[in-house]
């Protein structure tokens, strides 16, 4: 049920991908989202597609499961392709009174479509690969430059780290409080879009009065622990790069510098070939 | 209206790297009108086996009946068993929503169709079972209640379905001793008025070992002893192996035996215990 949602979810594992350094994974996950809006053609995503694969298979979190990220986001990937491929200009393919399909349309919107996907799959992979709590370290320590203009970075992290922390708890209680209304004969999956909307207050009061419990309790035993915010803290795990770390800068710069090059030297080869093709 | 269970397997998230298997072949009848308690250790699988019982979690395999129904059946309707089994979670009270008291109780009724006097008259009657005043508490906010009468008012909102099958989920955790014996002479009393069947999931030895007709042991996933509670109990070192213990008056009855005393094969009832020391002690003490 709601447990299938895999969107920012850990996949417990050991694989060197779950062992680099947050930050770096970080920074690559931005180049890799910059590297996507390089890219203008087919040829590009081939590169992609190589790229996605290698780190996919190292990280050896199950594609399938990857795949289920998706699922959230399938109807903007569908709007944004439909859109594409209804309104952009060009050689006419098929006409349907006002509906037109181009070719360039065509193009346009498996392109896109293709964008948002690896977009996604791109990013889920590092939160699939690093654990929450070693996500926000990676943050904070990457913001640290800010804090001398007065940002509240570890106050931030924090946040972050125990909104984080708290989504499966929540999607757990969600789950509980569904179940045991179901129990009550509550239906949350017939009826019109208002009925819906209605059925959801037996399963939203209860949840926030959860949450409500939970960040008190959190507050009182933070506090009985003496947690007084960033100031002179130190941390058991200590962020450092290591030498796979390094491997994987490597990795990172090879990727780039070969999307940069297709760019350069490679654009309008994919027309050519889907020319030759058809 | 009887439970039957046949090669029922439960595995959580299958497939993945972190599947747990849940539930292992079990299988069980229950005629109509016992009274049933689960006991095993934590993580051994009961609220996973309880909740197909009314089809909340659908099984990996096997099959379920309630009465002749098979409700693993795709074509069955939910609320066909939703009518028939009701289900008391484990800390109901995090389930209420309502303004008021009578209008949480109402939610469960309301959903099968009744009409307005009947779910009137079922949630007097339930709130008179659960041993909540109506007159105080109907048009109170369930939220101002304390712990134990807010589980009373959870349990109420189940009870008002009437179900011919009634699970509950460790219906005392939690609570203090007082309304701790209140919710299982509750249960008891429902059980005695409406003789439906009653699933009751437990930790606690004592409270099971007075009330239930049979006992289900459960550990990590399997079935692994079911019979009277004379018999169960029999059992201590099995039970203390898979991290249980017996009920203490057996318990005590048990050590008495090991000293040489002829105490009678099993002794359930702390009543029984007592009179048994009562008769062999000197009056006046000892
Ligand atoms: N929703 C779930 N997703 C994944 N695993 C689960 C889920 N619910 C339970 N489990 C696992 O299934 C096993 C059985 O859990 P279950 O809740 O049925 O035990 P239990 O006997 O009710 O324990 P307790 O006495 O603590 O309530 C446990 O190992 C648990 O971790
Ligand atoms: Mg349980």
Redo the contacts between chains.
């Keep these: 049920m709601i447990r299938d949602i895999t969107l920012g979810q850990y996949y417990p594992g050991y694989s060197i991908m779950h062992k680099i350094d947050p930050r770096l994974k970080i920074v690559a996950v931005m180049l890799y989202i910059a590297s996507l809006f390089i890219v203008k053609d087919f040829m590009g995503y081939v590169v992609v597609v190589i790229g996605l694969a290698t780190v996919t298979a190292i990280s050896k979190v199950p594609l399938r499961f990857i795949l289920r990220g998706l699922k959230p986001i399938l109807i903007i990937i569908i709007f944004t392709f439909t859109l594409n491929m209804l309104m952009t200009k060009g050689e006419i393919l098929w006409e349907w009174k006002f509906l037109h399909i181009t070719k360039e349309g065509l193009y346009n919107a498996v392109f896109m479509a293709l964008r948002l996907v690896f977009l996604i799959l791109g990013s889920s992979l590092l939160t699939l690969t690093t654990k929450p709590i070693k996500l926000t370290d990676g943050i904070e320590s990457l913001l640290k430059p800010l804090k001398r203009m007065g940002l509240p970075t570890h106050e931030l992290a924090m946040m972050m780290t125990i909104a984080l922390r708290f989504i499966p708890t929540l999607l757990e209680e969600t789950d509980k409080i569904m179940k045991a209304q179901m129990a009550r004969g509550a239906d949350f999956e017939t009826g019109s879009i208002f009925r819906r909307a209605k059925a959801l207050i037996p399963i939203l009061v209860p949840l926030f009065i959860g949450a409500f419990r939970i960040a008190q309790d959190l507050a009182l035993a933070m506090e009985a622990r003496c947690y007084r915010g960033g100031e002179g803290r130190t941390k058991l795990n200590a962020l450092k790069l290591k030498r796979k770390d390094a491997l994987a800068m490597v990795f990172i710069a090879v990727y780039l510098g070969i999307v940069i090059l297709e760019r350069i030297f490679l654009i309008g080869l994919d027309a050519k070939i889907i020319a030759l093709l058809f | 209206m009887s439970i039957t269970v046949e090669n029922l397997t439960h595995i959580y998230n299958k497939?993945?790297?972190?599947e747990t298997i849940a539930l292992e072949d079990v299988s069980f009848t229950v005629p109509s009108g016992e009274f049933i308690a689960i006991i095993g250790h934590t993580g051994s699988g009961k609220s996973t086996l309880i909740?197909h019982l009314?089809g909340?979690l659908k099984p990996t395999s096997g099959e379920i009946s309630i009465g002749d129904i098979k409700i693993t059946d795709k074509r069955v309707k939910?609320?066909d068993i939703?009518?028939r089994v009701?289900?008391v979670?484990q800390y109901?009270e995090?389930?209420?929503?309502e303004e008021t008291v009578y209008q949480d109780i109402s939610?469960?009724p309301k959903?099968?169709g009744l009409p307005t006097e009947e779910v009137d008259r079922r949630i007097r009657k339930s709130m008179q079972l659960v041993g909540l005043d109506f007159e105080e508490f109907a048009e109170r906010s369930p939220?101002e209640l304390s712990g134990g009468q807010k589980r009373r008012v959870a349990i109420a909102?189940?009870i008002a379905?009437e179900p011919e099958v009634l699970i509950l989920d460790e219906p005392t955790a939690g609570l203090d001793p007082k309304s701790h014996q209140d919710i299982l002479n509750m249960v008891e009393e429902v059980h005695r008025e409406t003789k439906n069947t009653i699933v009751l999931v437990s930790h606690n030895m004592n409270d099971v070992a007075e009330r239930a007709d049979r006992v289900f042991i459960m550990d990590s996933g399997k079935l692994v002893k079911s019979g009277r509670p004379q018999e169960v109990f029999r059992e201590r070192e099995f039970l203390s192996h898979i991290g249980l213990g017996v009920p203490q008056t057996t318990e005590v009855a048990a050590l008495l035996s090991e000293r040489g005393f002829q105490v009678p094969e099993i002794l359930l009832r702390a009543d029984d215990l007592i009179s048994f020391l009562a008769e062999r002690l000197p009056a006046g003490g000892v």
């Design positions: 497939g993945l790297a972190y909740q009314n909340i939910m609320v939703r009518k009701g289900l979670f109901p995090y389930q209420l929503f939610f469960g959903n099968l939220f909102g189940v379905m």
